[in-house]
């Protein structure tokens, strides 16, 4: 794996933390490569329990597409009569990125330090509970380049903040402060830039050591009820409920209670 990503797993906790920040952790073929390789390596691998995707640098999250590459790229293809040929980028390399932070069972916690944009928001979009610097921003930036959304965008944006505003957001992009953020759902919680690695690292490693079947069912429920009857909701609901009441975990969080004691789970 490049040195562009780094990852880790420390005692079922994946770090996996974007590491281009003299470039605001832009997106060139070598990094998203190394973030595709990654995510999936993280989605796969049984002994983590929650994923943490962080970025190096107080500048930037993602600034999404590196720009300086894709000029070379694009007039490259031009020339070569095949112009949208560059963009098999989006096949090759976001949308594996965002299916594997999306469909994987475990919780997902991005950790913002600065500017999200385009893909980059996309990625930040795809994890499950967001973190934010006050310091940071968002901003789609696609039509600013003549483009269409990528990167899952147009699936989670008007999940979070509705049709409407997702339609504002993307047709007018502009910078969004952490506060509007927060206060469109895009943010989980805000805190101080200098408290944002360490309050990121509490609140994953609290997942990670949590009720890892019952996260999963939880992300599984809340997946299916955008796109399902309430009937059919509450039968899904049955049906997950059933699998967590029969797991490990909640006979210790039931036995824990009762004794009035810190279940200890062990994600199974």
């Not at 490049?2 to 590491?19: C, F, K, M, R």
């Not at 409407?164 to 402060?177: E, G």
């Not at 049906?239 to 009441?245: H, S």
Request: aromatic residues 6%; proline residues 3%; contains cysteine.
């Amino acid at each position: 794996m490049a040195d562009t990503v780094l990852y880790e797993v420390s005692d079922g906790l994946a770090t996996i933390t974007l590491n281009r920040p003299e470039a605001m952790n832009a997106m060139n073929i070598e990094t998203k490569v190394a973030f595709r390789e990654a995510a999936q390596a993280a989605a796969a691998d049984d002994s983590v329990r929650a994923i943490l995707l962080t970025a190096a640098g107080d500048r930037a999250f993602c600034v999404g597409q590196d720009l300086k590459e894709h000029i070379g790229g694009l007039m490259a293809a031009r020339e070569a009569g095949s112009g949208g040929g560059v963009m098999s980028t989006v096949q090759e390399h976001y949308n594996p990125i965002v299916r594997a932070l999306t469909g994987t069972a475990k919780p997902v916690v991005a950790a913002v330090n600065g500017v999200a944009a385009g893909a980059g928001f996309g990625f930040a979009l795809a994890a499950d509970y967001r973190i934010v610097a006050d310091t940071a921003a968002f901003n789609t930036s696609f039509a600013g380049v003549a483009l269409t959304a990528d990167s899952g965008i147009s699936w989670t944006l008007p999940r979070v903040v509705g049709p409407s505003r997702a339609a504002d957001l993307l047709l007018f992009p502009r910078s969004i402060t952490a506060q509007e953020a927060y206060d469109l759902g895009i943010a989980n919680r805000i805190v101080p830039s200098a408290d944002l690695a360490a309050e990121a690292v509490k609140v994953a490693r609290e997942l990670a050591e949590g009720p890892t079947l019952a996260y999963a069912a939880l992300k599984e429920s809340l997946a299916y009820g955008l796109t399902h009857s309430l009937e059919e909701t509450l039968e899904k609901e049955d049906e997950l409920q059933t699998r967590a009441g029969s797991s490990e975990d909640h006979v210790i969080a039931v036995q824990a209670f009762v004794n009035k004691e810190k279940p200890k789970y062990l994600g199974r």
